[in-house]
């Protein structure tokens, strides 16, 4: 009978250790903001100096500068399985402008309201280029508030042109607004920030166009006193009761991923011995995940430098901030280091696998040093291709179970969990031993010790 997708972490993971990984480092400033999701292409931006490349499996040693504009600076911070890169250019006059870049290094700036201010980016491509989400600084001529930062989206229609969407109808928080960092396949959920008060920022999404959050949000009018006297009133925000900035102590919290499965990955604050009276508490620091689906969450203490989930492969590798993951949702007390894992050795110090293929056989990570004249990190991209892929495609796995025997089917290849057995074809020749076996799309029987199943690969 079928299983949860799950079982197949047992016959996936040990893949990893025997894997031939490659590395490939960049000279030039950099953070990996996207990995396409067939691995092909990565897309990188140095924000400082408004760098974009354009990395391409095909010629993995070069990081290919994209330009072509007035300014000649443009970031990218995610690319297609074509190709498409989206990000930002700067226009003369301090304006951002949202764009998307052909591989060959063609830029083409995005529909942009007339309302748009001077910040507006495109974050996040899905795998055709269909769907280019990010967010501008709106301001609405309808609203009190002067600018807000507001998700957008831009839909490709049949003529090949991209027609934009602006959310500005969201109820945001009148400070800074919502900020995109992430978008699902189809474009029905955007994972980002929101801004609640200065310091304080919370994680959110917008679903379908409908503004979600975790939070209780409230604004009291607080009095203003100088020298004793009442000057007036000002509003204050208040997060589950929580009085922003009372102790110098800030919220802090935001969606950074959503990976293939629906998880979306980041970190967040919670309020603990809540006093409501004083609106004060105690905020605790979580590396978290969550299930938009199940309504489910999964939190990590976050201790000893951990600061937040950065992406993963349906819970089953969890990748954080510096040389660390987590194999599997089960084991979640169980750091593992990337480099002894995957068995490499980085040019620098590891800040963190940042961003994944759909299968997780490349990685877009970034490495840090410190520059001796600033005391300051900067920070270089590096890709890593490892020789197996670390999860099987889902929409092609299929978990059967059979007394003892488990066996994970996925395109061309069957995977034993923690055994190991024979493959044969239906007229009796061996296909192949061992807990890993690469096949052919057929039907095949499978036998480990006094166990045997008849399966069928695509």
Not at 16 to 40: H, K, M, Y
Request: aromatic letters at 12%; glycine letters at 10%; one cysteine or more.
């Amino acid at each position: 009978m079928k299983k949860s997708l799950l079982l197949s972490v047992a016959a996936l993971s040990a893949l990893a250790a025997n894997a031939e990984t490659q590395i490939f480092p960049c000279d030039e400033l950099g953070i990996v903001g996207g990995v396409s999701q067939n691995g092909r292409y990565a897309a990188i931006y140095d924000d400082e100096n408004s760098m974009g490349y354009l990395w391409d499996a095909e010629n993995p040693e070069e990081y290919k500068l994209i330009d072509g504009v007035e300014s000649g600076k443009v970031s990218l911070y995610d690319v297609s399985n074509d190709g498409i890169a989206v990000g930002n250019f700067y226009q003369k006059g301090g304006r951002y402008i949202p764009c998307y870049v052909t591989p060959d290094g063609e830029v083409h700036a995005l529909e942009l309201s007339p309302y748009a201010l001077n910040t507006n980016v495109a974050t996040n491509v899905n795998s055709d280029a269909s769907i280019i989400t990010g967010y501008c600084f709106f301001n609405s001529p309808y609203e009190d508030v002067p600018g807000l930062y507001t998700p957008t989206q831009w839909f490709r229609n049949e003529d090949g042109e991209y027609e934009m969407v602006v959310y500005s109808d969201l109820d945001l928080p009148a400070h800074q607004g919502f900020i995109t960092r992430a978008a699902s396949e189809d474009g029905r959920v955007i994972a980002g920030r929101l801004y609640c008060g200065a310091g304080s920022e919370i994680p959110a999404l917008v679903v379908d166009g409908e503004l979600k959050i975790f939070n209780e949000l409230e604004t009291r009018l607080e009095p203003f006193y100088y020298k004793d006297k009442l000057l007036g009133y000002y509003e204050e925000y208040y997060v589950d009761g929580y009085h922003d900035g009372w102790t110098g102590e800030f919220f802090s919290g935001e969606f950074s991923f959503i990976d293939a499965w629906g998880n979306v990955y980041g970190y967040r604050t919670k309020v603990e011995d809540l006093d409501p009276e004083k609106g004060d508490g105690n905020l605790t620091h979580w590396a978290c995940i969550y299930n938009l689906e199940n309504d489910e969450w999964w939190d990590f203490p976050a201790s000893n430098g951990l600061q937040g989930f950065t992406c993963g492969l349906n819970r089953h590798y969890i990748f954080a901030n510096g040389n660390r993951y987590i194999e599997s949702n089960e084991d979640m007390d169980d750091m593992k280091s990337v480099t002894t894992s995957f068995g490499f050795t980085p040019p620098a110090a590891l800040a963190g696998v940042m961003r994944c293929s759909k299968d997780g056989k490349v990685l877009g990570a970034t490495t840090q040093v410190m520059n001796p004249a600033t005391q300051e990190y900067q920070y270089f991209p590096l890709m890593i291709v490892l020789d197996e892929p670390l999860e099987a495609e889902m929409d092609s796995v299929e978990v059967l179970m059979e007394n003892d025997l488990y066996i994970v089917l996925s395109t061309g290849r069957i995977d034993i969990a923690n055994a190991e057995g024979t493959v044969y074809d239906l007229n009796g020749r061996i296909m192949g031993s061992g807990s890993t076996i690469r096949v052919a799309p057929g039907t095949y029987v499978v036998k480990s010790g006094d166990n045997s199943r008849k399966v069928m690969v695509k």
